[in-house]
């Protein structure tokens, strides 16, 4: 059965996490009207390694698991109520807040200790501005309210793909802004985190990072563009005194090749498309988002809202599988 718990914010009575005994996880139901309810809902019939607490409108999953079809009697929810009534498919400003107050509720969880981690369902940036937020992303918005200065985007396959982990050197951002934001500060702040947490959340003992150049051939020696040579390969040559494994500046067309990548374990683009466009090609339906840099542990799914999959049972779980379960062995490995 749902539980019945009304107030905002309480605690899953003890044992009532999804796997069994472990850590507890928290997921985000994320936007209502897409299928972060949906995939949610299929975490009962998931075996997981940890336990789990979906958060969200315990009416709004009811609602959605009577119309999929679903027994939720092994789920355990904490409850935050919806700003307003939800239509599956149909945007509403109104519940905004509601998608952050999911946020804020898994985020005070991991802080204060009762969650091991938040898993995140996705969320719909377009109807969070509408309703005058301002919102970039979910990285951006938990770096704001941790205060954590600098965080890095990794998305990471699984399973034969488990050594293709992307990570980002500038986000959501337009492109025509990616230039300024890819200055050496802030390329090595990238670089270390990347480094660190590859160690100490991946168990990798001295990683071995491929790095992209930001213009076509890496800027073909300068001819076209002179990034990698005043700003990415200088701090490349500093990292590596310092004992870092870094290959690149590489050209961003060719180091995605199955040669190149051999041996690698992990892969820095300098933006948004440049590298996440190869990853969700090769491991969108089990691809995981994790946030490093954090002073919490965040996994996420790698895709987004899917409004038209909202309610027809037609959503894809695999990749919130796939999050719960990074999660649960970054908490054993730590």
């Known amino acids: 059965m749902i539980d019945e718990r009304s107030e905002h914010g309480g605690s ?42 979906i958060l969200g409108d315990r009416n709004l999953l009811a609602e959605r698991a009577r119309r999929l079809g679903n027994a939720i009697d092994d789920l355990a929810i904490e409850h935050v109520p919806l700003r307003a009534p939800v239509v599956a498919g149909q945007l509403d400003a109104a519940n905004a807040r509601y998608v952050l107050d999911i946020l804020d509720t898994a985020l005070a969880g991991c802080v204060d200790g009762r969650f091991a981690a938040m898993v995140t369902a996705p969320v ?19 770096a704001h309210q941790t205060g954590t200065a600098r965080v890095v985007m990794m998305l990471a396959g699984t399973g034969e ?44 003992a001295r990683p071995r990072i491929l790095v992209a150049g930001l213009n076509p051939h890496a800027g073909e020696g300068g001819h076209l563009g002179r990034e990698e040579i005043e700003v990415i390969a200088p701090v490349l040559d500093r990292l590596r005194a310092e004992g870092m494994d870094l290959v690149g500046p590489l050209p961003a067309d060719t180091l995605f090749t199955r040669n190149v990548l051999a041996g690698s374990d992990a892969q820095l683009a300098m933006y948004h498309d440049q590298g996440l466009a190869v990853l969700k090609y090769a491991a969108f339906e089990e691809g995981i988002n994790i946030t490093l ?27 919130l599988f796939a999050a719960v379960k990074l999660a649960a062995e970054i908490i054993t490995r730590q």
């Open 12 to 53: 899953p009575a003890p044992g009532r996490g999804m796997g069994g005994g472990g850590p507890i996880v928290a997921v985000t139901s994320g936007e209502p009207a897409g299928i972060g309810p949906d995939i949610c809902l299929a975490l009962a019939r998931a075996r997981l390694p940890a336990r789990v607490v």
């Open 124 to 142: 719909h940036k377009g109807v969070i501005n509408d309703a005058g937020i301002p919102f970039t992303g979910h990285t951006e918005y938990l």
């Open 161 to 204: 793909l488990s050594g293709l982990r992307v990570a980002l050197a500038t986000t959501h951002l337009p492109l025509k802004d990616v230039p300024a934001a890819i200055s050496a500060d802030a390329l090595t702040a990238t670089i270390r985190i990347l480094h660190a947490d590859l160690v100490s959340k991946f168990g990798l």
């Open 293 to 319: 840099g954090l002073p919490v542990l965040r996994t996420s799914v790698d895709h987004g809202t899917a409004l038209d999959l909202a309610g027809s049972g037609r959503a894809d779980p695999r990749s």
